[in-house]
């Protein structure tokens, strides 16, 4: 594979234009951000462009990007927001609606979101609704967002009852990726989003399952060779783009990108998102679905013994403190927001690359799994 390469997530259906766009992964790029939204056209009516981000991402990045966009005749303003999760809130969205009013945003401006999954959601729902709907670009700037936030519409805030309540499909105009930047993202978050990496090869694609299992380890970007890092990236954005392409709005398909998430989101939750973070939870969900899986006879035991074997590359954790409150995960379960008519739809895997969905997965079924990984 090149050092650059292309991902097209294709969306278009009868009764609306064309909203496809790129996703372009080429290392040492991000200077370059400016000629390529020329070059899509973004400037052509208004030349503001508001660039959102936080301290330490534009510390290390910002003043690249905003030269690039400064020197292709854009008119940038900069917006920085405290970083975290606990900022992904209304507070936050207004400060993004006050720079876009304080900057004269119109319609055909565009709002670029310098960052991780945090900055990404919460500017992409910014511009969904601010003159209901301006110009998004996605810069991403951590492994998850690469791979998976900043890739296919979801944008949103938090609201004090939980997480992800308030957002809308808003599809961005490019996505630009920059592997380049991950050299000095924290150990903690690559290894944390190479959760998401492993389960687009358990749900999807094999031949990148197959790429990770042959690489010794996964938890640090040293150990992966620039080239496998490029081939890594296009995978799992060609990957989340065919499943965006194939069901945007998540009336089915889409689910599948959940793989692991329920459980996971129960257990952060029963563990008050202090032991693990997201990926890590995540991780460990993927381990007890794919137990399930070998329980009711759809997967192989020697297949979930390889997906184990990549979250331990990727120095993840495989096993639940012996105490856990596996009542309170079960009961955590039924009121995921993912819940429908009651029932819990259990994404489980039947062969590396494949998946299927499954309601008929009992309390029992599930504290047996966990029940297997506790240590
Ligand atoms: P994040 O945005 O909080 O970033 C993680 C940390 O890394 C932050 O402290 C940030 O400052 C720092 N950071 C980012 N890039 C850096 C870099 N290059 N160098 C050094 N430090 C850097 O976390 P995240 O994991 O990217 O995103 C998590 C969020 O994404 C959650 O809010 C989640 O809900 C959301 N999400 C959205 C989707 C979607 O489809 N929209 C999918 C998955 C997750
Ligand atoms: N991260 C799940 C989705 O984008 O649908």
Redesign the pocket.
Known sequence: MSDSATVNVELRNDSQPNRSYDIEIASHSLKDLGAKLVEIGLGKKSKKILIVS?P??DN??GATVEKSLSESGFDVAKLILP???RF?TATSLQKIYDAALDHRLERSSAIVAL???????MS?YAAATWLRGIELVQV???L??MV?????G???I?HPQG??LIGAFYQPRLVWVDPE??K???AR?LR??MA?VIKYGVIWDRELFDLLSQCDRLDQLRYIKPELLQTILYRCAKAKADVVSKDEKEGNLRAILNYGHTVGHAIESVTNYRLYN??EAVGLGMIIAGAIAVDLGLWSNDEQAQQVSLIAKAKLPQTLPADIDQDAIIACLSTDKKVEAGKVRFILPTAIGHVSFNDVVTSELVKQSLRKILS
């Open positions: 936080n330490v991402i290390h990045y970083a975290g999760e992904k960052g991780g999954g945090v900055i990404g959601d992409g991403p700037t951590t998850l967002a998976d936030s900043a890739i296919g979801k944008t949103g938090n997480k992800n930047v991950l000095t993202l924290p978050e944390s989003a998401e997201h990926g």
